[in-house]
């Protein structure tokens, strides 16, 4: 009875009432506190699944975007995965750019397609008449197929072998030189600055030769060239020679005596590949033509293009004109016009058809070459510099074991400094692929 008494009392005062209140209000501030730490835990949770959400978009090209918009130029870029053609990245694919030195992809597609590169050589043939051991009465024609290895050093050891072989000490006539095979006149390619250092191209090539300075023709400069290298050779074996050298064509009802042979055009393509050779590009190129028209006396750039525009149509359905514009086989050309969608289609169909194989034909970081040491991991491609276009095509294996083709194009930047070098923003998305595709 006096415990309910002290209970009741308890209850009533006024004081016991504030406790009991204030035990209700803590409570409270106690259930609140839990809503406000569940509230910051899910915004936490959010913003870290906002944050990976935007590094997963920054796999699939937010970085490079960056770097495009930055870039003073006008860019195009394709990568795809070689093995199932998915899109990994593309911005402006389907523009036509100034190709530069990628032209050589399609110099390359097309021999390997109308040529068995592992036999094809380039003969240099000699006629002449000899009734008496030693000596060659009359002329001696030597007729070139547009060879384009032959350097000065090369040259010397053709006219060696042909002095050894025929013990020749006397030649009665001139050394007549037929450079026709390619119209002699288009010495220069089409669409190539009239006015710049290029090579110079004919049936008779010296290698390296080039326009050494501004003058109006450089029109049997180089076949002259040869002819002087080879009977300077002559007269150091001891031959003498009545006559001088000079152009011509090769007289009917002769006789092949020598036919000299170049390397096979599976090296010469390597060699134009890695190095990024002009010369050896244009005079295959040409060569294309000679091929498909065995008939004709002079092939021209014109049959040449033709002979181009056919494989590039029957490999990879591009019309001449209509989806593209090429000109010449070695990319000097401001009339060429390609997409980089062109450019990773003819590489896919390159490896597709010679798989890994085709990649001996291409520069890589590894070894000599364009790229060599560029970037810190493999890659083999082709490299393209003009004073206004920059490029890059090949293909890769990425950090994560993903096999991929790719096409970079630049055109219309200004080099000023470091900052617009477009090689360094081509190594820059490449760096990229490699450790985020």
Partial sequence: MERKIIENLYKKTPKNKYKKTFIMKTGKEKSLKLKYKIIIFLLSFLICVSLLIGAAGAGTGTDIREDINQFPGFSGILIKD???????????????????????????????????????????????????????????????????????????????????????????????????????????????????????????????????????????????????????????????????????????GLKVKYIYYSDTLDKILAYMMKKSDNQSAENIFRTLASEDNPEVVSTTIAQAIASLEEVIDTTLGLKWGKDYILVDGCGLSEYNLMTPAHLVNAMTYLYRKYDFKILDYFANTKEGGTLKERLPFQVWGKTGTLSSASALAGILETKNKRWVVFCLIENNFIFIEEDNDPKIFENRIIEYIYENL
């Avoid at 001139?174 to 010495?187: H, Q, R, Y």
């Avoid at 250092?197 to 029109?219: H, R």
């Avoid at 180089?222 to 001088?244: A, C, H, R, Y």
């Fill in 82 to 252: 070689l093995n199932t053609q998915e899109v990994l990245f593309s911005h402006n694919e389907d523009k036509l750019f100034t190709p530069a030195s990628l032209t050589k992809i399609f110099t390359l597609l097309a021999a390997l397609e109308i040529f068995d590169e592992e036999q094809y050589a380039y003969p240099t043939s000699f006629y002449f008449s000899s009734t008496t051991p030693g000596e060659i009465n009359g002329d001696l024609y030597i007729v070139g197929s547009g060879d384009p290895t032959q350097s000065p050093d090369v040259i010397r050891k053709i006219a060696d072998a042909l002095v050894q072989k025929f013990n020749i000490n006397h030649i009665s006539g001139d050394i007549v030189l037929d450079n026709s095979k390619f119209l002699p006149e288009e010495f220069l390619g089409r669409g190539w600055m009239w006015d710049d250092k290029n090579p110079l191209i004919g049936a008779l090539a010296v290698m390296g030769d080039k326009v050494k300075e501004k003058q109006n023709s450089y029109l049997n400069t180089m076949p002259l060239l040869w002819g002087n290298i080879f009977s300077q050779e002559l007269s150091k074996k001891g031959v003498k020679t009545k006559g001088d050298f000079r152009i011509g064509k090769v007289q009917g």
